[in-house]
C-alpha cells in the first residue's frame, strides 16, 4: 500500500516568487492536512482539507493557501516568499477525517523548501 | 487553545536503559494523545497513541500513560537500543473540528551502544 507522496522533495526558491507544492494521499483517505516544519517553532499546522472544503486553518498569514481535488490529491501554494519561509512542508492524510480528535495521521516526507 | 509543553528536549542514554518523555496539555476536553517518532530526512511516524478513557497502552517495548486529572502523558521506552535515537513528538487535538493536531517542541533521543 503506497504511502503519503510529496512532490517535489526538494526546492530553492528566492524571496518574492511562488511555490506550490503536491501531496498525494493514502488511498481511501478524505483528509489531508498540512503543517510546516523549523527548528525554532517546530510542527506547526497550517490547514486541511476535507471533501475538497478547507474545514480547519492555523494561525498562517493569506501567502498561504491550499485546495483538494475531488481524487482528495492537494496541493500548496506560497506566494511572496519570504527567508522565513524556508522549513519543511508535511502532508499528512487521515482515513476518516472524524472531527473527534481520534485520528491518526499519516505523514508524507515532506517537501523541504529552501528560500534565498 | 491547546498548548502542549515537552520535557525534555533533548536526552541522551546507554543502550538498555529506559527512557520516558512527558507532555503536558492545557485543553481539559483533548481526547487523544499520540506520540510521533521522527528519523532523519523521513515524516514523522506514529508508534503510539492513547484515548481519554485509557490510563496506560503498552506495545511491545513502547508505552504511554495518561493522568488527565493533571493534564499530563509519558512515553516510556524500556530496553532503548540505537535505532530508537530519533526525535519524538507528543501532540493533542487542537480541537474538535478536524484533524488538527498540535505538536510539543520534540524530543531528541540518543542512544549509545
Known amino acids: 500500500k503506497a504511502g503519503v507522496t510529496q512532490t517535489p522533495r526538494y526546492l530553492i526558491k528566492t524571496r518574492g516568487q511562488q511555490v506550490t507544492l503536491s501531496c498525494s494521499p493514502i488511498?481511501?483517505?478524505?483528509?489531508v492536512s498540512w503543517y510546516q516544519q523549523t527548528p525554532g517553532q517546530g510542527l506547526q499546522f497550517l490547514f486541511e482539507?476535507?471533501?475538497?472544503?478547507?474545514?480547519n486553518k492555523g494561525n498562517f498569514p493569506g501567502r498561504f493557501s491550499g485546495r483538494q481535488f475531488s481524487n482528495s490529491r492537494s496541493e500548496m501554494n506560497v506566494s511572496t516568499l519570504e527567508l522565513g519561509d524556508s522549513a519543511l512542508y508535511l502532508c499528512a492524510s487521515s482515513r476518516t477525517g472524524r472531527p473527534s480528535g481520534a485520528n491518526v495521521l499519516t505523514f508524507g516526507a515532506g517537501s523541504r523548501l529552501t528560500v534565498l | 487553545g491547546e498548548n502542549v509543553e515537552q520535557h525534555p528536549s533533548t536526552l541522551s542514554v546507554q543502550e538498555g536503559d529506559s527512557a520516558v518523555i512527558k507532555c503536558t496539555y492545557s485543553?481539559?476536553?483533548?481526547?487523544?494523545f499520540p506520540w510521533y517518532k521522527q528519523e532523519l530526512g523521513k515524516g514523522p511516524q506514529l508508534i503510539i497513541d492513547i484515548r481519554s478513557n485509557v490510563g496506560e497502552k503498552k506495545d511491545q517495548r513502547i508505552a504511554v500513560t495518561l493522568n488527565k486529572t493533571a493534564k499530563h502523558f509519558s512515553l516510556h521506552i524500556t530496553e532503548t537500543q540505537p535505532e530508537d535515537s530519533a526525535v519524538y513528538f507528543c501532540a493533542s487535538p487542537a480541537n474538535q473540528a478536524g484533524t488538527a493536531l498540535i505538536f510539543g517542541k520534540g524530543t531528541t533521543l540518543s542512544v549509545s551502544s
Open positions: 488511498s481511501g483517505h478524505r483528509s
Open positions: 485543553d481539559s476536553a483533548s481526547n487523544y
Open positions: 482539507y476535507f471533501s475538497e472544503t478547507q474545514r
